[in-house]
């Protein structure tokens, strides 16, 4: 079955970087892609970017282009997502998702079980 | 950007009840449009993806419909665990974004 193993939560203080991992297994990983979406506390939800699994290209919100990062290790069938500048309003709680496509992002069918991040002083 | 709005926000209701939320897109989108099911602490669950197609294991009670700018997500028949956060996504153009959310709870 298709899971998606995500690294545990996180403390940190503002303007440092957080880099959470999403450990994909029960599919071909190359064969997809995986979103990054985030929530804050009592929020909605909100895409942060894409990765393809298949050839590395990404495509990121506009919001975060200067300080996220997202790369995968085909070896591992993991995917990582690096926030840099953290800021208190970056405390949330950050998902993978997996996406159908390799090509373009879209959809979001299965998701990683969420890695809290909170930023603090 | 594609702005996604939901409404209502807020929805009380009882089991069995027919339950139906709509979602506006505010340029058209097609059918690129999802549906998502999240409880409380858990990762949002897909539903129904390009706007009516039932994703596997959910449930029949469940059905999506319509295409262009606006959308419904309808629960037939509702039942004690369905009471939990939904939300529209669209898929049509990047940034991906997500309509507010309608909170479903029991009456």
């Known amino acids: 079955q298709v899971q998606l193993v995500q690294s545990g939560a996180e403390v940190k203080k503002p303007g440092a970087s957080v880099k959470v991992s999403c450990k994909a297994s029960?599919?071909?990983?190359?064969?997809?892609?995986i979103s990054w979406v985030r929530q804050a506390p009592g929020q909605g939800l909100e895409w942060m970017g894409w990765i393809s699994a298949h050839n590395g290209i990404t495509n990121t919100a506009q919001k975060f282009r200067d300080r996220v990062t997202m790369a995968r290790d085909t070896s591992t069938n993991t995917a990582y997502m690096e926030l840099r500048s953290l800021r208190s309003d970056d405390t949330a709680v950050y998902y993978c998702?997996?996406?159908?496509?390799?090509?373009?992002?879209?959809?979001?069918?299965?998701w990683g079980q969420g890695t809290l991040v909170t930023v603090s002083s | 950007d594609i702005q996604m709005t939901q409404s209502p926000s807020s929805l009380s209701a009882s089991v069995g009840d027919r339950v139906t939320i709509t979602c506006r897109a505010s340029?058209?989108?097609?059918?690129?449009l999802n549906w998502y099911q999240q409880k409380p602490g858990k990762a949002p669950k897909l539903l129904i993806y390009a706007a009516s197609s039932l994703q596997s294991g959910v449930p029949s009670r469940f059905s999506g419909s319509g295409s262009g700018t606006d959308f419904t997500l309808t629960i037939s028949s509702l039942q004690p665990e369905d009471f939990a956060t939904y939300y529209c996504?669209?898929?049509?153009?990047?940034?991906?974004?997500f309509g507010q959310g309608t909170r479903l709870e029991i009456k």
């Open positions: 998702a997996r996406d159908p496509s390799k090509i373009t992002p879209g959809d979001c069918d299965y």
């Open positions: 029960g599919y071909t990983f190359t064969s997809h892609g």
């Open positions: 340029q058209s989108i097609s059918r690129y």
């Open positions: 996504q669209q898929g049509h153009s990047t940034p991906i974004t």
